[in-house]
């Protein structure tokens, strides 16, 4: 059952208000729901009114009050059909449905956690709860009456502004709670439950008091003033940067312990996965808070982009998710550093967007068709939807850029938009046809361009000739020319920037060169002398380039360029070569021969203190294995690419060990743990160093010395880390494991790092390791987190423990990702994307994963979710 975006029409009736009542119970729980609706005045006069359901139970059914007949109506699991409804005048259906949040294993529609009861809707988890019009495009105002125990849930949460409570007869209590923004049901929540509380408030520009609150599990309230502190930040910005504010008079957060995702944007009423809420120096690393800083806002900024202006159908989805991703990405450039920000941005983007974007499972930004919307929920939907976002306003430049938004959302509030649309309001403010640009939320495939320059010494001219493609991907063989902005500087010998006198052969402004031809040479005049050319600065659009420059243009880059995501690009594109070389020579069974100019490039950039200290340890993390792979692109042996990698670092490690000791000793510092960008940049730096001094000594010493002396989280885990995947099954290792364990029995969200340090220690025992962690007491095979700790990062980012050529790591995943499907599909299906790259591998592994995947699509009962995946992995 396919969905296609062609087939959009909107609904025969108009839903005009929502009256939820829920009386609460863990088994049994009654929902009442009354919809007024009117039948459209294009609407045929006969259409009977459909409303989706899943797995739902009838107990009743009534029209304006009164019980229908039998045959008015058609009740299933998954749909309600009431005909012989008025031609147009409003009418009343009171809907009574009975479900059991205890068993929603599937975390969508109502369920519990840690005996809160919650509720997950987006995309189609409301019509778990009662039959509905479930889309995007059927926006309403909604009031909900919450009766429950009192005792055991003295909160009652739901959207918008709390009406009023009072007692309920034996024992219980009700609250009811207003949303005076029309809305759809995706963003509908409730919370119900006994939880600790965290508050302040914020007063917006305008001068009205908003109530924030978050509610935490009692006792953890302390690790929640962070995110308290990230959501009033946040407000601001968002005045400040966008001038959106906010709209209710309260807005609240609560975290939770089982969530399939991050966190959900619900009206008012945020839901979030308690891992990006939760923080203390003593239990959350640097990446943690930056992660709850980002999550946070974007969750925030979705009251504007996504609530207000929500999505037509979910065809849509970038149109909420890519503009949100690209406001809470230019949020933490300007909490953080930018260019540190944009080098981890771009590094996730081509780890996770661009595997995707070239395997079985690439899809549009906007894609037309889907099987299951839960795994349209992807990097290329938001990552590349936030860098087709940042394209937009590379091309119309800041102004026009800020005038389109603000037109966007003049236009477009209240509205379930389209892609189309919000392109609209900024080809209209900038008077440019965006037909071209808009081939990027159409076309599949991340295209290639291929560089290369000629210098004219005589003429004083320098010509860049550029060409793109993009590869097949699936149901799109042909693919057009695309517009594609991209940034550029011509670098002197010296390092200086040249600004030519003038240019032609296509739209070229200061800094930008607009590629829109299949093959297109543009020629820079007046000229000096032989330019270096730095292409795509501070990545102006996500592409992969075929440009081979020399070491020495490289060198000067990595030295010279002012932007600093250019200098680390340049370090990226000396390192690669040599390490992919590095594997030829591990599998040809020959010594690894290493590199000056690398070695050079990167030491000068470590040892210098001008620079950030995160931008060098940026720079000090190279390449990745998956990196070192994608840029090999098939045959892949992840053993060669590890051994390989392995003695790179190592000679590198050797080469600058002074430099790497000095480092340890002048980032070290007495002062208390701060999260802050700066403090966490130096905790960066000082534990990259380490690293390569461990490696370098091939000594866990110092990694247990620090180990011992850590007294914050980002400095524990990291030695613990060092210590385990260097230097595996040691005492020093052993104890510091143990000591972890211990240390933290009490806390699940911290030994999640315990669990997925030790699903990555590379090498075939990780087989065996993580066999062993299954069964250990505190893991919990229903709780995703858990899962994706351990198993996850197992299959996610452990290449020579999961990919083991005997295949025996794909044989356990399969049956543990058969396990998971019965209980919690979404999950099941996002753990199953780890195999998509498995045509890459050599041979031998490649058919022992085919095997794996063939028992998975060969059971029974598969989930849609799972079903899904599986036959666009096997087949494309
Ligand atoms: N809208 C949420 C966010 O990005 C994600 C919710 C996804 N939920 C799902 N079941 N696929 O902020
Ligand atoms: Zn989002």
Redesign the pocket.
């Given at each position: 059952q396919v969905t296609s975006l062609a087939d959009y029409r909107p609904t025969d009736f108009v839903l005009e208000r929502v009256d939820l009542t829920f009386e609460l119970d863990p088994t049994e729980t009654k929902v009442e729901a009354r919809l007024i609706f009117h039948r459209r005045e294009e609407a045929n006069p006969n259409a009977p009114l459909v409303l989706d359901g899943d797995e739902l139970v009838l107990s009743s059914v009534l029209f304006d009050q009164i019980e229908i007949d039998s045959e008015r109506y058609t009740a299933t699991p998954d749909s309600l059909t009431i005909r012989d409804l008025p031609a147009s005048e409003p009418f009343e259906i009171t809907i009574t449905t009975l479900i059991n949040p205890e068993a929603n294993t599937q975390l969508?529609g109502l369920y519990r956690s840690n005996g809160i009861y919650c509720t997950?809707c987006?995309?189609e988890?409301f019509r778990r709860i009662t039959y509905f019009p479930d889309r995007p495009d059927v926006l309403a105002v909604y009031t909900v009456n919450i009766i429950a125990d009192k005792a055991a849930n003295p909160l009652l949460l739901s959207n918008g502004n709390f009406l009023g409570g009072a007692g309920y007869g034996e024992g219980k209590h009700f609250a009811a709670w207003f949303d005076p923004h029309p809305k759809p049901s995706y963003l509908f929540a409730l919370v119900a439950g006994d939880l600790g509380l965290v508050e302040d408030t914020f007063t917006t520009v305008s001068g009205r008091e908003v109530a924030l609150k978050i509610y935490v599990e009692h006792g953890k309230e302390p690790r929640a003033t962070y995110a308290m502190d990230a959501l009033k930040r946040s407000m601001t910005w968002d005045e400040e940067t966008f001038g959106r504010e906010y709209d209710l008079d309260i807005f609240m957060i609560v975290a939770v312990s089982d969530f399939?995702?991050?966190?959900?944007?619900n009206k008012g009423l945020n839901i979030f996965n308690d891992k990006y809420v939760l923080a203390d120096p003593e239990t959350a690393t640097d990446a943690d808070y930056a992660n709850i800083e980002a999550i946070i806002a974007?969750?925030y900024f979705?009251n504007w982009t996504?609530n207000r202006i929500t999505c037509r159908d979910w065809f849509q989805l970038c149109l909420?998710?890519g503009l949100?991703v690209y406001r809470d990405h230019e949020f933490s450039a300007d909490q953080r550093s930018r260019a540190v920000k944009r080098i981890g941005e771009v590094r996730h983007l081509r780890s996770e967007q661009f595997v995707e974007d070239s395997g079985p499972l690439a899809h549009p930004v906007r894609p037309s068709q889907y099987k299951e919307i839960?795994n349209f929920?992807t990097t290329t939907v938001?990552e590349k939807g936030s860098e087709v976002t940042r394209m937009i306003a590379s091309i119309l430049g800041k102004d026009l850029f800020k005038q389109g938004m603000d037109l966007y959302f003049e236009r477009h509030d209240g509205d379930a938009a389209t892609v189309e649309d919000f392109v609209q309001c900024f080809a209209d403010v900038s008077n440019r046809n965006l037909s071209q640009f808009s081939l990027w939320y159409h076309q599949a495939g991340t295209p290639h361009v291929t560089v290369s320059c000629d210098y004219d010494t005589n003429a004083q001219t320098f010509t860049v000739k550029l060409a793109q493609t993009i590869a097949a991907t699936p149901g799109q063989p042909d693919k057009k020319p695309m517009h594609i902005p991209l940034s550029f500087a011509l670098l002197a010998n010296d390092g200086a920037m040249i600004a030519p006198a003038s240019a032609s052969g296509g739209e070229v402004s200061e800094n930008l060169l607009h590629l829109t031809e299949a093959a297109q040479s543009f020629v820079f005049h007046g000229v000096p002398e032989r330019p270096v050319l730095s292409l795509n600065r501070s990545f102006s659009a996500p592409v992969i380039l075929n440009f081979t420059q020399s070491s020495d243009d490289l060198a000067l880059i990595a030295r010279y360029e002012s932007d600093l995501f250019s200098r680390w690009q340049a370090l990226t594109d000396l390192a690669l070569p040599v390490l992919c070389e590095g594997v030829k020579q591990v599998r040809a069974a020959q010594p690894v021969l290493f590199n000056d100019a690398l070695k050079r490039s990167l030491l000068a950039i470590v040892a210098d203190d001008t620079l950030e200290p995160a931008f060098r340890a940026q720079a000090l993390a190279l390449p990745s294995e998956a990196d070192i792979a994608r840029e090999l692109g098939g045959d892949i042996d992840p053993d060669a690419i590890y051994a390989a990698r392995k003695a790179i670092i190592h000679d590198i490690a050797v080469a600058g060990l002074d430099i790497f000791k000095g480092l340890l000793a002048q980032m070290a510092t007495d002062a208390a743990y701060t999260p802050d960008a700066k403090a966490a940049g130096q905790r960066a730096l000082k534990n990259a160093a380490l690293a390569y001094v461990v490696q370098a000594e091939n000594d866990p010493l110092k990694a247990a010395e620090a180990y011992a002396k850590a007294n914050n989280m980002t400095d524990l885990s990291h030695s613990l880390s060092i210590l385990a995947h260097h230097f595996p099954g040691t005492t020093e290792t052993k104890a510091a494991l143990s000591d972890f364990e211990s240390r933290f029995a009490n806390n699940a969200l911290v030994l999640d790092k315990w669990f997925s340090i030790q699903a990555t220690i590379p090498g075939e025992d990780g087989l065996v390791r993580i066999k062993t962690l299954m069964q250990s007491p505190k893991f919990n095979a229903a709780n995703p987190n858990r899962v994706r700790a351990l198993i996850g990062s197992f299959a996610f980012a452990n290449p020579t423990g999961f990919h083991r050529a005997d295949g025996a790591s794909y044989s356990v995943v399969t049956e543990e990702i058969l396990a998971i499907d019965k209980r919690n599909p979404?999950l099941a299906a996002r753990l199953l994307t780890s195999m998509r790259t498995w045509k890459l591998l050599e041979p031998q592994r490649a058919g022992k994963a085919r095997a794996a995947l063939t028992t998975i699509a060969n059971a029974n009962d598969l989930s849609n979710d799972v079903r899904d995946i599986i036959d666009r992995i096997l087949t494309a």
């Amino acid at each position: 059952q396919v969905t296609s975006l062609a087939d959009y029409r909107p609904t025969d009736f108009v839903l005009e208000r929502v009256d939820l009542t829920f009386e609460l119970d863990p088994t049994e729980t009654k929902v009442e729901a009354r919809l007024i609706f009117h039948r459209r005045e294009e609407a045929n006069p006969n259409a009977p009114l459909v409303l989706d359901g899943d797995e739902l139970v009838l107990s009743s059914v009534l029209f304006d009050q009164i019980e229908i007949d039998s045959e008015r109506y058609t009740a299933t699991p998954d749909s309600l059909t009431i005909r012989d409804l008025p031609a147009s005048e409003p009418f009343e259906i009171t809907i009574t449905t009975l479900i059991n949040p205890e068993a929603n294993t599937q975390l969508m529609g109502l369920y519990r956690s840690n005996g809160i009861y919650c509720t997950q809707c987006e995309a189609e988890g409301f019509r778990r709860i009662t039959y509905f019009p479930d889309r995007p495009d059927v926006l309403a105002v909604y009031t909900v009456n919450i009766i429950a125990d009192k005792a055991a849930n003295p909160l009652l949460l739901s959207n918008g502004n709390f009406l009023g409570g009072a007692g309920y007869g034996e024992g219980k209590h009700f609250a009811a709670w207003f949303d005076p923004h029309p809305k759809p049901s995706y963003l509908f929540a409730l919370v119900a439950g006994d939880l600790g509380l965290v508050e302040d408030t914020f007063t917006t520009v305008s001068g009205r008091e908003v109530a924030l609150k978050i509610y935490v599990e009692h006792g953890k309230e302390p690790r929640a003033t962070y995110a308290m502190d990230a959501l009033k930040r946040s407000m601001t910005w968002d005045e400040e940067t966008f001038g959106r504010e906010y709209d209710l008079d309260i807005f609240m957060i609560v975290a939770v312990s089982d969530f399939n995702m991050g966190a959900m944007e619900n009206k008012g009423l945020n839901i979030f996965n308690d891992k990006y809420v939760l923080a203390d120096p003593e239990t959350a690393t640097d990446a943690d808070y930056a992660n709850i800083e980002a999550i946070i806002a974007h969750e925030y900024f979705h009251n504007w982009t996504g609530n207000r202006i929500t999505c037509r159908d979910w065809f849509q989805l970038c149109l909420k998710e890519g503009l949100t991703v690209y406001r809470d990405h230019e949020f933490s450039a300007d909490q953080r550093s930018r260019a540190v920000k944009r080098i981890g941005e771009v590094r996730h983007l081509r780890s996770e967007q661009f595997v995707e974007d070239s395997g079985p499972l690439a899809h549009p930004v906007r894609p037309s068709q889907y099987k299951e919307i839960n795994n349209f929920y992807t990097t290329t939907v938001y990552e590349k939807g936030s860098e087709v976002t940042r394209m937009i306003a590379s091309i119309l430049g800041k102004d026009l850029f800020k005038q389109g938004m603000d037109l966007y959302f003049e236009r477009h509030d209240g509205d379930a938009a389209t892609v189309e649309d919000f392109v609209q309001c900024f080809a209209d403010v900038s008077n440019r046809n965006l037909s071209q640009f808009s081939l990027w939320y159409h076309q599949a495939g991340t295209p290639h361009v291929t560089v290369s320059c000629d210098y004219d010494t005589n003429a004083q001219t320098f010509t860049v000739k550029l060409a793109q493609t993009i590869a097949a991907t699936p149901g799109q063989p042909d693919k057009k020319p695309m517009h594609i902005p991209l940034s550029f500087a011509l670098l002197a010998n010296d390092g200086a920037m040249i600004a030519p006198a003038s240019a032609s052969g296509g739209e070229v402004s200061e800094n930008l060169l607009h590629l829109t031809e299949a093959a297109q040479s543009f020629v820079f005049h007046g000229v000096p002398e032989r330019p270096v050319l730095s292409l795509n600065r501070s990545f102006s659009a996500p592409v992969i380039l075929n440009f081979t420059q020399s070491s020495d243009d490289l060198a000067l880059i990595a030295r010279y360029e002012s932007d600093l995501f250019s200098r680390w690009q340049a370090l990226t594109d000396l390192a690669l070569p040599v390490l992919c070389e590095g594997v030829k020579q591990v599998r040809a069974a020959q010594p690894v021969l290493f590199n000056d100019a690398l070695k050079r490039s990167l030491l000068a950039i470590v040892a210098d203190d001008t620079l950030e200290p995160a931008f060098r340890a940026q720079a000090l993390a190279l390449p990745s294995e998956a990196d070192i792979a994608r840029e090999l692109g098939g045959d892949i042996d992840p053993d060669a690419i590890y051994a390989a990698r392995k003695a790179i670092i190592h000679d590198i490690a050797v080469a600058g060990l002074d430099i790497f000791k000095g480092l340890l000793a002048q980032m070290a510092t007495d002062a208390a743990y701060t999260p802050d960008a700066k403090a966490a940049g130096q905790r960066a730096l000082k534990n990259a160093a380490l690293a390569y001094v461990v490696q370098a000594e091939n000594d866990p010493l110092k990694a247990a010395e620090a180990y011992a002396k850590a007294n914050n989280m980002t400095d524990l885990s990291h030695s613990l880390s060092i210590l385990a995947h260097h230097f595996p099954g040691t005492t020093e290792t052993k104890a510091a494991l143990s000591d972890f364990e211990s240390r933290f029995a009490n806390n699940a969200l911290v030994l999640d790092k315990w669990f997925s340090i030790q699903a990555t220690i590379p090498g075939e025992d990780g087989l065996v390791r993580i066999k062993t962690l299954m069964q250990s007491p505190k893991f919990n095979a229903a709780n995703p987190n858990r899962v994706r700790a351990l198993i996850g990062s197992f299959a996610f980012a452990n290449p020579t423990g999961f990919h083991r050529a005997d295949g025996a790591s794909y044989s356990v995943v399969t049956e543990e990702i058969l396990a998971i499907d019965k209980r919690n599909p979404q999950l099941a299906a996002r753990l199953l994307t780890s195999m998509r790259t498995w045509k890459l591998l050599e041979p031998q592994r490649a058919g022992k994963a085919r095997a794996a995947l063939t028992t998975i699509a060969n059971a029974n009962d598969l989930s849609n979710d799972v079903r899904d995946i599986i036959d666009r992995i096997l087949t494309a």
